[in-house]
Structure formats: structure tokens, C-alpha cells
């Protein structure tokens, strides 16, 4: 079934068109399959970016630090979180270092997961980093002496974390135990550090730049005094040009810049600052390197470089993504040669080579090359031929380092996490064994049983805690909704992007596809499924309508119109306008509905008709409402916003016919989920961790003490045994006893 997926999926990742569609004109899988579908960045960068920001605005500049002070300033109550895993999935790992200093220690830095040490080769990791600042990571390296630095937010323009911009440059001269920020604040994101072998006070830093606003602190930075202060020895063309690689060579240095930048309306990812540059004179001078490479231009884009003694690879992406060519030079960078067209090369970019950018060459053999890309694409012969490594290793390869001490150890960071190779990086690969900073977009617990647990998790699958190992895959692609029938444990659901959904009535051992039984024509890269609380066989799935199934999901019917404000402007993005949220209420007759583009509605007769209750606000990622009253409803909004006073969480007492604004002292974040808690208690989820309302807002605290500063994308709530469980963008499940 994955060489069919394969096929289906592939092609349409340019510009994210066909993909809603694909699946529905494949055969549904037989007993036993799983679809699993090839994983790329492009879909949830749309998805995430457009929920994040208000329509025609720029995420602002440090709108995640700031609220992350605001965060810090509410009081905290209630008890403290527990983390209950995976520690055997892994994440997105961006940057790998080697400890000079220590045998087999090893640092890596996780996309939203903070700094980790490994110090047994590898095998298991701890956190090095600390859990109330940013988890947001471009870059770790170490120094000579010993020292570690790590660069904060991600440079990578795409996948789930929307690029959360980082609070600049820390070292740490304990191994990671204690840290401290030494410049580069403006930096958005860091991409590169690389610290003078010869001198460790004289540390250059590639800076990607942010994301979303130009200037601030971004090309090539050079300290000469452990960062007491930074000279930019490289500027970009503009002011969305920034760095992401720099390579140091005694006085000849060598630098990539990169023009990307993501508005509302457009992602454009390349441009006529993108290009490699050379200094022969220690960063006095530099010149754009061509002999041979792509014309300056607007049409160039990431660009990923490796340089041994005189020989230097480089291979180049087109502005939106697709592969451009792979290029040698024997002179140091005067001259280069494309080398021949190789499919296999071409087919590892996919069209999203911005998600990539990076060529590793081998310590002791110049002609051994290996190029990040889905997958791992090696070369033994300068480039001439290639191989690829896609089934012993998890997809989207971003971080590689040798191991000089022991002869053929190679390590490698993917989405999948960290991964050891003994053969010189030519197979044999071992994953981690315990390393806990899984990114998730969802959580589902049953009151069955509490140990009991599944998510969809970002190019992971969906997880479980039951049916092998704690945990385990029972589903391929991003993984999005799950559930757990609250009657029945073994009544399954889980989905993966764009709504291809699956039941199964033996915990996921057999997934039964029933997406194509819905009626859509758009359907959001997470897609709503929810059971009724009365009638677990009954259940609802939006796609730009609302559908209802009696049967347990085994056949649906719509009962709505279009309830969006119909397709979105941006052509890379074609399922905008679509239910992101149902709230069946407890009457059997109440069904609430919100949408990505600001709408809420509601129906009173099972779907003959709708009422508008609300428009003009942003993304509505929740709809709840109250299991007693029907007339009880809550919404909550995502958005960065500047200049808005629009609210993150509206309640109701009538019906949604009149709302308060119960947002209060909230940070000023995306608010991603609600929950009804004990005695009339409201608890969120947001980009800033979880909050708590005693009194059903406006007034909020942080919930609980123990939970690292990173984005919860989604809660559930157990009222029998009082606790609530949550699902982090970066650090896996937690879970807290709320009484």
C-alpha cells in the first residue's frame, strides 16, 4: 500500500492541489492495510501559518517571546504535570553536535523540543536545556574548549512549528546544566554556529533572519570575544535576506544566504539575495561565487553547501522548491560543474528542497558526499552517481555529524529523531532509544482505562500506548485526530491530513477507511471527527460541510450547507474554508459548528436549520459546549495579532445569540483547545501551555508546575478520575490531576 501512496501523494506536494482529492480515488484499503502516505512539510506550513495569523497581517515581530512574558507574569495553581511519553518516537531533530571533550556525548536540538545530551553514543537522551525558556531550536555546536551553544528558532520556513522565532545565541559551559544568552536577540532564527578550532572566543553565526519581518539581526556575525560583542561581517541583498550556512576555513570563509519570507498571502522562498559567497581575506571582503552556479535571480532558492579542502558541493533548489541541480567545484569554488541529472536526487527534494538545504561530506573521503532530502541521498563518486536510503531510516534528513573518535560513527537527525550509523553513514543505521520530544497535534484518553492513550503527531503517525511497545505507530502520515469510543476501548478512530479517516473495532490491529464515505470538496489539513455524548454510534466530521453518521461511522450523510465563506485566496493553499470544530450538545438535536475563516453556527433540528451565531473572527481551532445546557457554548481563536482586540475565548449563555469576552488576562497567543473542568471550571490549551479559570474566565493562572514552555495543540479532560492530559507541540503527553 505505501508504493500505491507513494504515487498519489507525491506529485501534488508543489502545490498542495490534489491532495484533499487523492485519496478518494484510490480503492479503500482491504482488512489489515494502512495507508501510509509519503510525510512533507509543505501542507502543515500552510495549515499552522494561516491559523496563526489574521488574515492580511504579518505574525508581529517577537509575538511569541512576548507572550511568553506574559505567561510568566499570571500566578500559578494546581499541582504538577506528569510526562507520560513517547520516549521511543522521537522528533523533528534540526542540529547535532559532538562534545570535544567527552567520548560518545552527544548534544541535539530538537525544532520545538529544546537542547538534549546523549552521553552513551546516542542511545538515550536527557534534556540539556531549560524547560521555561523558548524550545524553539535552529542550531547547537561546541567549541574547542569544551563550551556548547545553541541557536534559538527554527530556520526551517515550513513543517508544524511555523518557524517559532527564537530569543537569540546561549552558551553553556556545563554541558547544558546552566546557560547564558550572549547576543543576537534580533535574530528570529539561528542556522549555523561555528566556533574558530584554533580560537574559541571567535564564534561565527549564520542568522536566518525571522520569517515574517524583515531586517533585525540576520547574515553572518562574528565575535571575537566569546560573544561580549558581534560585528555582521556579511549583509544580505534585503531586508529578508538572511544566513544559513558558514563554513570556516583559517581566513577563507565561506557563507550561504537565503532571501525567504511568508506573508498571509504568499510564500516566497528564494530570490536574488540567494546565493554562496567567498572571503579569502578573513571576512574583510566577500564576492558572490558563480563559475557555473545559477545566475543571480529571483528564481533561486535554498541553497546547501559542503566544502573539503578544495573540493565544495553544493546543491540548489528553485525559489518554490523543486530541484535545480547539484553542483562540484575541484577549485575551491572558482569554477563548478552541474553534475549529470540523477531521478533519484531529483525525486529527494520532492518540491519542498527549502525544507533541506544541507550536503555533508565525509571527514576522511572528499568524494563521499551524502545530501539531505526525504531521503537519505548518498554519493561515492563526487556526485556522479547516487544512491538512496529511504526504508532503514525515518524520512526529511536535516542534521549529520562524524564522529572523529571512532572511525565509520556517523550520526543523523530526521524528523524521526536521532539515528547512529557504525558504516560510515552507508546503512546500518539504529534509532535512539529513548528520546522524548515528540511534536503532537492531538491527544484522545478513554475513563475505560487510564493508562490508555493515542495521538496524531507530526510526520509520525498516530500513536498508542496499547498493542505493542508504549508507544507505537498504527497509523502513517501526519497524524491528526484520534478517538477513543468512551463506551468501548476497543473502538478506535484515527485520521491523517486532510481527513483520511479510519475506524477500527480491535484498538487499530485493522482500520476500516471511511473518509470517502463523507461528502466534501474541502477538508482541513486537521479534520474534526467527534463522537456524540449521548450515542457513541452516533458521530460528526467536518469538511466544508458538517456529516453525521448513526452507524458508528460506516456511512455518513451531510446535514449542512457550506457553512465557510467558501475557498481562501492563497493558491497554495486550496482547502482553506472548511469545519475546524463540531460540538454536537447533549439534546440529540444541538449541533455547533466554527470554521477556519471566523464563523460559528449553530443548528437546533439536527441540521434542517442553521443559524450564524458569529463571523469575522479568526480561525476557530474549538468549539465546546456545555453537556448539561445546550445553550452553554464557548469558542476559542488562534492568531498572532497586532493591533486587534479581538478575543481568544468567547462564552455564552443564550445560544451564541449574545458572547462575552472571557479572554481577560490570557497571554496574548493562539488559544488551541477548551475544556470543561470540575464545577464550572474552564482550562485552555495555548501556544504559551495551559491555563485555568475558577470562576469561567476572565480571570486565568497557569495550570500546573513541571510543563515546559511549549505549545499545547490539544487537552482532553476526564471528569471520573479528574485529570486532564495534554498534547505538546514538542515535548509529548502530560498529564495533570486537577483536584
Avoid at 109 to 130: L, Y
Avoid at 167 to 182: A, F, K, N, Q
Avoid at 281 to 308: F, K, Q, T
Amino acid at each position: 500500500m505505501r508504493r500505491r501512496l507513494l504515487h498519489l501523494v507525491l506529485a501534488p506536494l508543489a502545490g498542495v492541489v490534489l491532495l484533499a482529492t487523492a485519496p478518494a480515488s484510490a480503492a479503500p484499503p482491504g482488512p489489515g492495510d494502512v495507508y501510509r502516505p509519503v510525510r512533507g512539510p509543505a501542507a502543515p506550513a500552510e495549515y499552522r501559518y494561516l491559523q496563526k495569523t489574521v488574515p492580511g497581517e504579518p505574525i508581529p515581530r517577537h509575538a511569541h517571546e512576548n507572550a511568553a512574558a506574559q505567561a510568566r507574569e499570571l500566578p500559578t495553581t494546581g499541582g504538577r504535570w506528569k510526562t507520560l511519553g513517547p520516549t521511543n518516537i522521537g522528533g523533528r531533530i534540526v542540529s547535532l553536535a559532538l562534545d570535544p571533550k567527552r567520548a560518545d556525548t552527544l548534544y541535539a536540538a530538537a525544532a520545538s523540543g529544546g537542547i538534549w545530551r546523549s552521553t552513551d553514543a546516542g542511545r538515550t537522551f536527557k534534556s540539556a536545556w531549560p524547560d521555561g525558556w523558548t524550545q524553539a531550536m535552529g542550531a547547537v555546536a561546541t567549541g574547542p574548549d569544551g563550551a556548547l551553544y545553541a541557536g534559538t528558532g527554527e530556520p526551517n520556513p515550513g513543517g508544524g512549528s511555523i518557524t517559532y522565532e527564537g530569543t537569540g545565541l546561549y552558551r553553556s559551559v556545563d554541558g547544558g546544566r546552566h546557560w547564558r544568552r550572549i547576543g543576537l536577540r534580533d535574530s528570529g532564527a539561528i542556522s549555523a554556529i561555528t566556533v574558530d578550532p584554533r580560537n574559541p572566543r571567535r564564534i561565527y553565526v549564520a542568522a536566518a533572519g525571522s520569517l515574517y519581518n524583515g531586517g533585525g539581526d540576520r547574515g553572518v556575525y562574528r565575535t571575537e570575544n566569546g560573544g561580549k560583542t558581534w560585528r555582521r561581517i556579511l549583509s544580505g541583498a534585503n531586508e529578508f535576506t538572511g544566513a544559513t550556512e558558514i563554513v570556516v576555513r583559517g581566513k577563507r570563509l565561506y557563507a550561504v544566504l537565503w532571501d525567504h519570507r511568508r506573508t498571509p498571502e504568499l510564500r516566497t522562498y528564494g530570490g536574488v539575495g540567494s546565493g554562496i559567497f567567498r572571503s579569502d581575506d578573513d571576512g574583510r571582503s566577500w564576492r558572490r561565487l558563480g563559475g557555473g552556479l545559477p545566475e543571480r535571480g529571483p528564481d533561486v532558492g535554498r541553497i546547501g553547501l559542503a566544502v573539503a579542502g578544495e573540493k565544495a558541493y553544493a546543491i540548489v533548489n528553485r525559489t518554490g522548491g523543486p530541484f535545480e541541480g547539484f553542483y562540484a567545484s575541484t577549485d575551491g569554488g572558482d569554477s563548478w560543474r552541474r553534475t549529470p541529472a540523477d531521478q533519484k536526487l531529483t525525486e529527494s527534494q520532492s518540491t519542498f528542497g527549502w525544507w533541506f538545504g544541507k550536503v555533508w561530506t565525509d571527514p576522511k573521503d572528499a568524494d563521499h558526499v551524502q545530501v539531505a532530502g526525504v531521503p537519505l541521498m548518498t554519493t561515492k563518486d563526487g556526485g556522479a552517481t547516487w544512491s538512496a536510503d529511504d526504508t532503514s531510516i525515518h524520512v526529511d534528513q536535516h542534521a549529520m555529524v562524524w564522529d572523529p573518535r571512532r572511525p565509520g560513527r556517523v550520526y543523523l537527525g530526521n524528523d524521526g529523531g536521532v539515528y547512529r550509523s557504525d558504516a560510515n553513514g552507508d546503512g546500518g543505521w539504529v534509532k535512539a532509544r529513548h528520546e522524548p520530544y515528540t511534536q503532537l497535534y492531538s491527544v484522545a484518553i478513554s475513563p475505560q482505562d487510564t493508562g490508555r492513550i493515542s495521538g496524531g503527531s507530526q510526520d509520525n503517525g498516530s500513536l498508542r500506548s496499547w498493542g505493542g511497545e508504549r508507544f507505537n505507530e498504527y497509523l502513517g502520515g501526519d497524524g491528526e485526530e484520534n478517538l477513543i469510543n468512551p463506551t468501548d476501548i476497543n473502538n478506535v478512530f484515527a485520521c491523517y491530513q486532510y481527513g483520511n479517516c479510519f475506524r477500527s473495532t480491535d484498538g487499530g490491529d485493522t482500520l476500516t477507511y471511511f473518509a470517502d464515505r463523507t461528502t466534501y470538496k474541502r477538508r482541513n489539513w486537521f479534520t474534526p471527527v467527534v463522537f456524540d455524548p449521548k450515542d457513541t454510534k452516533v458521530l460528526y466530521y467536518g469538511s466544508e460541510v458538517v456529516n453525521r453518521s448513526t452507524d458508528g461511522g460506516a456511512t455518513w450523510r451531510p446535514i449542512s450547507p457550506d457553512l465557510s465563506g467558501g475557498p481562501g485566496p492563497d493558491p497554495l493553499y486550496t482547502n482553506y474554508g472548511t469545519i475546524t470544530s463540531i460540538a454536537p450538545a447533549g439534546d440529540g438535536r444541538t449541533v455547533y459548528a466554527g470554521t477556519d475563516d471566523g464563523r460559528v453556527w449553530v443548528t437546533e433540528d439536527l441540521g434542517a436549520h442553521w443559524t450564524k451565531l458569529a463571523e469575522g473572527r479568526s480561525w476557530v481551532t474549538r468549539v465546546v459546549v456545555d453537556p448539561r445546557d445546550p445553550d452553554r457554548v464557548y469558542t476559542t481563536h488562534s492568531a498572532y495579532r497586532s493591533g486587534s482586540n479581538k478575543a481568544h475565548v468567547y462564552g455564552s449563555s443564550d445560544g451564541g445569540r449574545s458572547w462575552q469576552d472571557l479572554s481577560g488576562n490570557l497571554p496574548d497567543a493562539p488559544v488551541n483547545d477548551l475544556v470543561l473542568g470540575h464545577g464550572g471550571r474552564l482550562h485552555v490549551g495555548t501556544d504559551q501551555g495551559v491555563f485555568t479559570s475558577r470562576s469561567g474566565g476572565p480571570t486565568w493562572s497557569r495550570l500546573g508546575q513541571g510543563m515546559p514552555a511549549v505549545p499545547v495543540d490539544d487537552i482532553e479532560y476526564d471528569a471520573g478520575h479528574d485529570r486532564l492530559v495534554a498534547a505538546t507541540f514538542g515535548r509529548g503527553f502530560y498529564e495533570l490531576a486537577t483536584r
